[in-house]
Protein backbone atom coordinates (compact mmCIF):
# COMPACT_ATOMS: atom_id res chain seq x y z
CA UNK A 1 0.00 0.00 0.00
CA UNK A 2 2.76 2.58 0.64
CA UNK A 3 5.38 1.13 -1.48
CA UNK A 4 8.04 1.42 -0.05
CA UNK A 5 9.47 -1.93 -1.07
CA UNK A 6 13.41 -1.83 -2.05
CA UNK A 7 13.75 1.64 -0.93
CA UNK A 8 16.64 2.80 1.07
CA UNK A 9 16.08 4.52 4.49
CA UNK A 10 18.49 6.37 6.36
CA UNK A 11 18.11 6.70 10.09
CA UNK A 12 19.63 8.51 12.88
CA UNK A 13 19.87 7.67 16.70
CA UNK A 14 18.59 4.53 15.13
CA UNK A 15 20.17 1.94 18.15
CA UNK A 16 17.48 2.81 20.66
CA UNK A 17 14.09 4.68 20.97
CA UNK A 18 11.65 6.16 18.52
CA UNK A 19 14.62 5.59 15.90
CA UNK A 20 15.02 2.24 16.40
CA UNK A 21 11.32 1.45 16.17
CA UNK A 22 11.05 3.30 12.75
CA UNK A 23 14.26 1.36 11.52
CA UNK A 24 12.12 -1.62 11.54
CA UNK A 25 8.60 -0.45 10.93
CA UNK A 26 10.78 0.70 7.72
CA UNK A 27 12.23 -2.75 7.35
CA UNK A 28 8.39 -4.51 7.55
CA UNK A 29 7.60 -2.75 4.54
CA UNK A 30 10.77 -3.79 2.72
CA UNK A 31 13.09 -0.72 3.35
CA UNK A 32 16.74 -1.62 2.96
CA UNK A 33 18.29 0.46 6.04
CA UNK A 34 21.21 2.87 6.99
CA UNK A 35 20.97 2.87 11.08
CA UNK A 36 23.41 5.65 12.48
CA UNK A 37 24.09 5.50 16.20
CA UNK A 38 27.03 6.49 18.49
CA UNK A 39 25.75 3.45 21.23
CA UNK A 40 27.74 0.03 19.61
CA UNK A 41 25.86 -2.28 21.45
CA UNK A 42 22.72 -1.20 20.82
CA UNK A 43 23.38 -0.31 17.11
CA UNK A 44 24.28 -4.20 16.72
CA UNK A 45 20.95 -5.49 18.02
CA UNK A 46 18.79 -3.09 15.61
CA UNK A 47 20.80 -4.20 12.66
CA UNK A 48 20.06 -7.59 13.54
CA UNK A 49 16.43 -7.08 14.48
CA UNK A 50 16.29 -5.53 10.91
CA UNK A 51 17.86 -8.22 8.93
CA UNK A 52 15.31 -10.73 10.23
CA UNK A 53 13.07 -9.03 7.89
CA UNK A 54 15.29 -9.74 4.94
CA UNK A 55 15.84 -6.45 4.00
CA UNK A 56 19.66 -5.59 4.17
CA UNK A 57 21.42 -3.52 7.08
CA UNK A 58 24.14 -1.10 7.32
CA UNK A 59 25.26 -0.09 10.44
CA UNK A 60 27.43 2.61 11.01
CA UNK A 61 29.25 4.23 14.42
CA UNK A 62 28.89 8.05 13.69
CA UNK A 63 28.44 10.98 15.61
CA UNK A 64 26.20 12.83 13.42
CA UNK A 65 28.38 16.19 15.92
CA UNK A 66 31.06 15.31 14.40
CA UNK A 67 31.26 16.87 10.16
CA UNK A 68 34.03 14.61 9.31
CA UNK A 69 32.16 10.92 10.59
CA UNK A 70 28.85 12.49 8.96
CA UNK A 71 31.27 12.89 5.58
CA UNK A 72 32.47 9.35 6.33
CA UNK A 73 29.12 7.85 6.79
CA UNK A 74 27.78 8.74 3.45
CA UNK A 75 30.93 8.10 1.56
CA UNK A 76 30.26 4.35 2.75
CA UNK A 77 26.61 4.89 2.45
CA UNK A 78 27.16 5.76 -1.21
CA UNK A 79 29.33 3.27 -1.98
CA UNK A 80 27.15 0.44 -0.94
CA UNK A 81 23.31 1.84 -2.21
CA UNK A 82 22.57 3.00 -5.81
CA UNK A 83 20.55 5.50 -3.88
CA UNK A 84 19.03 7.28 -0.96
CA UNK A 85 14.84 7.46 -0.93
CA UNK A 86 14.37 8.38 2.66
CA UNK A 87 15.94 10.50 5.67
CA UNK A 88 14.92 10.65 8.90
CA UNK A 89 16.58 12.79 11.49
CA UNK A 90 15.89 11.59 14.91
CA UNK A 91 19.56 11.60 16.52
CA UNK A 92 19.32 13.83 19.14
CA UNK A 93 20.87 15.07 22.93
CA UNK A 94 19.26 17.04 25.28
CA UNK A 95 21.32 19.70 28.15
CA UNK A 96 18.70 20.84 31.00
CA UNK A 97 19.70 24.61 31.99
CA UNK A 98 18.06 27.93 33.08
CA UNK A 99 18.42 30.64 30.59
CA UNK A 100 20.81 32.76 33.55
CA UNK A 101 22.98 30.19 33.66
CA UNK A 102 23.22 28.01 30.91
CA UNK A 103 26.87 26.95 30.01
CA UNK A 104 27.46 28.11 26.28
CA UNK A 105 30.04 24.89 25.56
CA UNK A 106 26.60 22.77 26.43
CA UNK A 107 24.60 25.26 23.99
CA UNK A 108 27.21 24.27 21.36
CA UNK A 109 27.11 20.61 21.68
CA UNK A 110 23.07 20.52 21.53
CA UNK A 111 22.75 22.95 18.72
CA UNK A 112 25.91 20.93 16.95
CA UNK A 113 23.64 17.72 17.35
CA UNK A 114 20.32 18.26 17.05
CA UNK A 115 20.60 21.01 14.42
CA UNK A 116 23.79 20.96 12.73
CA UNK A 117 23.86 17.63 12.64
CA UNK A 118 20.49 16.92 11.03
CA UNK A 119 21.37 19.71 8.80
CA UNK A 120 24.63 17.81 7.68
CA UNK A 121 22.88 14.31 7.32
CA UNK A 122 19.74 15.83 4.92
CA UNK A 123 22.76 17.79 2.95
CA UNK A 124 24.86 14.64 2.31
CA UNK A 125 20.74 12.65 1.87
CA UNK A 126 20.00 15.83 -0.62
CA UNK A 127 23.19 15.88 -2.58
CA UNK A 128 22.73 11.95 -3.25
CA UNK A 129 19.08 12.94 -3.93
CA UNK A 130 20.11 15.15 -6.54
CA UNK A 131 22.70 13.63 -8.85
CA UNK A 132 20.87 10.35 -8.51
CA UNK A 133 17.42 12.29 -10.33
CA UNK A 134 15.68 10.27 -7.34
CA UNK A 135 13.68 12.71 -4.96
CA UNK A 136 13.36 11.51 -2.27
CA UNK A 137 11.76 11.83 1.68
CA UNK A 138 13.40 13.65 4.32
CA UNK A 139 11.62 13.63 7.91
CA UNK A 140 12.89 15.52 10.22
CA UNK A 141 11.99 14.23 14.53
CA UNK A 142 11.50 17.75 15.70
CA UNK A 143 9.20 18.64 18.65
CA UNK A 144 6.47 20.54 20.65
CA UNK A 145 9.52 21.90 22.39
CA UNK A 146 10.13 24.15 19.20
CA UNK A 147 6.73 25.41 18.57
CA UNK A 148 5.64 26.41 22.31
CA UNK A 149 7.82 27.01 25.73
CA UNK A 150 8.33 23.92 28.05
CA UNK A 151 10.38 25.31 31.19
CA UNK A 152 11.98 23.10 33.11
CA UNK A 153 15.20 24.15 31.88
CA UNK A 154 14.51 23.25 28.12
CA UNK A 155 15.36 26.55 26.42
CA UNK A 156 18.48 25.12 24.58
CA UNK A 157 16.75 21.80 23.40
CA UNK A 158 13.77 23.99 22.21
CA UNK A 159 15.71 26.70 20.52
CA UNK A 160 16.92 23.25 18.48
CA UNK A 161 14.04 21.80 17.64
CA UNK A 162 12.65 25.42 16.46
CA UNK A 163 15.89 26.23 14.01
CA UNK A 164 14.71 22.34 13.08
CA UNK A 165 11.62 23.33 11.94
CA UNK A 166 12.42 26.23 10.13
CA UNK A 167 14.85 24.47 8.00
CA UNK A 168 12.83 21.77 7.07
CA UNK A 169 10.45 24.54 5.56
CA UNK A 170 13.42 26.25 3.95
CA UNK A 171 14.98 23.08 2.56
CA UNK A 172 11.26 21.80 1.54
CA UNK A 173 10.87 24.76 -0.91
CA UNK A 174 14.90 24.96 -1.96
CA UNK A 175 14.62 21.11 -2.54
CA UNK A 176 11.08 20.82 -4.56
CA UNK A 177 12.50 21.28 -8.01
CA UNK A 178 14.57 18.13 -7.20
CA UNK A 179 11.04 16.54 -5.71
CA UNK A 180 12.73 15.84 -2.35
CA UNK A 181 10.23 16.44 0.06
CA UNK A 182 10.78 17.16 3.64
CA UNK A 183 8.38 17.96 6.95
CA UNK A 184 8.81 17.44 10.06
CA UNK A 185 7.13 15.70 12.86
CA UNK A 186 6.52 17.30 16.37
CA UNK A 187 5.72 14.56 18.77
CA UNK A 188 4.82 15.15 23.04
CA UNK A 189 6.29 12.89 25.40
CA UNK A 190 7.03 10.04 24.09
CA UNK A 191 7.45 7.01 26.85
CA UNK A 192 11.74 6.18 25.82
CA UNK A 193 14.86 6.20 27.92
CA UNK A 194 14.73 9.44 26.93
CA UNK A 195 11.62 10.26 29.10
CA UNK A 196 12.85 7.87 31.54
CA UNK A 197 16.17 10.16 32.33
CA UNK A 198 14.18 13.26 32.26
CA UNK A 199 11.78 11.65 35.01
CA UNK A 200 14.94 9.98 36.89
CA UNK A 201 16.60 13.29 38.59
CA UNK A 202 13.36 14.12 40.22
CA UNK A 203 11.92 13.15 43.46
CA UNK A 204 9.06 10.81 43.73
CA UNK A 205 6.98 13.74 44.72
CA UNK A 206 8.06 16.03 42.08
CA UNK A 207 8.21 13.05 39.61
CA UNK A 208 4.06 12.87 40.05
CA UNK A 209 4.04 16.14 39.62
CA UNK A 210 5.45 16.48 36.73
CA UNK A 211 3.68 13.28 34.99
CA UNK A 212 0.14 14.87 35.99
CA UNK A 213 1.42 18.25 34.31
CA UNK A 214 2.69 16.47 31.62
CA UNK A 215 -0.95 14.63 31.23
CA UNK A 216 -3.15 17.99 31.94
CA UNK A 217 -1.56 19.29 28.49
CA UNK A 218 -2.51 16.05 26.57
CA UNK A 219 -6.57 16.67 25.53
CA UNK A 220 -6.28 12.17 24.65
CA UNK A 221 -5.07 11.79 28.78
CA UNK A 222 -1.88 9.68 27.74
CA UNK A 223 2.24 10.31 26.71
CA UNK A 224 2.75 8.78 23.72
CA UNK A 225 4.23 5.31 22.57
CA UNK A 226 6.79 4.61 19.76
CA UNK A 227 3.78 3.22 17.95
CA UNK A 228 2.05 6.04 17.59
CA UNK A 229 4.40 7.62 15.12
CA UNK A 230 4.44 4.74 13.02
CA UNK A 231 1.47 5.95 10.40
CA UNK A 232 2.65 9.48 10.04
CA UNK A 233 6.25 7.94 8.97
CA UNK A 234 4.79 5.77 6.58
CA UNK A 235 2.20 8.26 5.18
CA UNK A 236 5.53 10.90 4.69
CA UNK A 237 7.85 8.32 3.84
CA UNK A 238 5.83 6.86 0.71
CA UNK A 239 3.99 8.17 -2.31
CA UNK A 240 0.93 8.43 -0.31
CA UNK A 241 2.09 11.56 1.27
CA UNK A 242 3.48 12.59 -2.21
CA UNK A 243 1.74 16.33 -2.14
CA UNK A 244 3.22 16.77 1.71
CA UNK A 245 6.40 19.08 1.98
CA UNK A 246 7.16 22.14 4.22
CA UNK A 247 4.79 20.70 6.86
CA UNK A 248 5.08 20.88 10.62
CA UNK A 249 2.91 17.74 11.35
CA UNK A 250 2.58 17.84 15.93
CA UNK A 251 1.65 14.09 16.54
CA UNK A 252 0.90 15.08 20.30
CA UNK A 253 -2.32 14.33 21.43
CA UNK A 254 -3.82 17.43 20.83
CA UNK A 255 -0.59 19.52 23.23
CA UNK A 256 -0.05 22.23 20.85
CA UNK A 257 -3.66 22.97 19.77
CA UNK A 258 -4.77 23.77 23.39
CA UNK A 259 -4.04 26.83 25.38
CA UNK A 260 -2.51 27.00 28.52
CA UNK A 261 -5.53 28.29 30.00
CA UNK A 262 -7.20 25.48 28.25
CA UNK A 263 -9.32 23.20 29.83
CA UNK A 264 -9.29 19.21 28.41
CA UNK A 265 -12.25 17.62 29.66
CA UNK A 266 -10.81 13.97 29.53
CA UNK A 267 -13.73 12.45 31.65
CA UNK A 268 -16.78 13.58 29.88
CA UNK A 269 -18.90 11.22 32.10
CA UNK A 270 -17.72 12.86 35.75
CA UNK A 271 -20.90 15.04 36.84
CA UNK A 272 -17.96 17.55 38.07
CA UNK A 273 -17.10 18.72 34.44
CA UNK A 274 -20.44 19.34 32.98
CA UNK A 275 -20.75 22.36 35.12
CA UNK A 276 -17.78 24.03 33.84
CA UNK A 277 -20.01 24.89 30.51
CA UNK A 278 -22.60 26.54 33.33
N1 LIG B 1 10.95 10.91 23.99
C1 LIG B 1 10.26 12.03 23.96
O1 LIG B 1 9.52 12.35 24.87
C2 LIG B 1 10.36 12.96 22.78
C3 LIG B 1 9.47 14.04 22.70
C4 LIG B 1 9.54 14.89 21.61
C5 LIG B 1 10.49 14.68 20.64
N2 LIG B 1 11.34 13.62 20.74
C6 LIG B 1 12.33 13.46 19.71
O2 LIG B 1 12.34 12.12 19.25
C7 LIG B 1 13.65 11.78 18.83
C8 LIG B 1 14.07 10.44 19.43
O3 LIG B 1 14.01 10.53 20.81
P1 LIG B 1 14.02 9.24 21.76
O4 LIG B 1 13.06 9.51 22.83
O5 LIG B 1 13.92 7.98 20.97
O6 LIG B 1 15.50 9.39 22.40
P2 LIG B 1 16.57 8.29 22.86
O7 LIG B 1 17.50 9.03 23.76
O8 LIG B 1 15.91 7.07 23.35
O9 LIG B 1 17.33 7.97 21.48
C9 LIG B 1 18.14 8.91 20.85
C10 LIG B 1 19.21 8.20 20.08
O10 LIG B 1 20.08 9.19 19.48
C11 LIG B 1 21.41 8.74 19.63
N3 LIG B 1 22.37 9.84 19.57
C12 LIG B 1 22.60 10.78 20.50
N4 LIG B 1 23.58 11.61 20.11
C13 LIG B 1 23.98 11.18 18.90
C14 LIG B 1 24.97 11.63 17.98
N5 LIG B 1 25.75 12.67 18.26
N6 LIG B 1 25.12 10.97 16.81
C15 LIG B 1 24.33 9.90 16.52
N7 LIG B 1 23.38 9.42 17.35
C16 LIG B 1 23.21 10.06 18.53
C17 LIG B 1 21.42 8.06 20.99
O11 LIG B 1 22.54 7.22 21.17
C18 LIG B 1 20.10 7.32 20.97
O12 LIG B 1 20.23 6.04 20.42
C19 LIG B 1 14.55 12.96 19.21
O13 LIG B 1 14.76 13.79 18.10
C20 LIG B 1 13.73 13.71 20.24
O14 LIG B 1 14.02 15.08 20.31
C21 LIG B 1 11.30 12.76 21.79
Given at each position: M??????V???????????????????????????????????????????????????L???????????????????????????????????????????S???????????????????????????????????????????????????????????????????A???????????????C?I????????????????????V?????????????????????????????GS????????????????????D?I?????????R???
Open positions: FELNGKAVITGAAQGLGKHLALQLAKQGCHIVALDILEDELKTTAGEVQSHNVDCLAICDIGNEAEVQKSFEEINRTFEHIDILINNAFIHRRGAPETFAEDFDEVLSVNTRGSFLCAQACAKKMISEKTGGSIINISSIAGQSALGRGNIVYSMSKAAINQMTKEMIEWAAYKIRVNAILPQMTAAVERMLSVLDAEEKVKTERILDGIPLGRMAEVEDYTGIVLLLASPMMITGALIPVDGGNLALNAGGPIKTDNAAESRYK
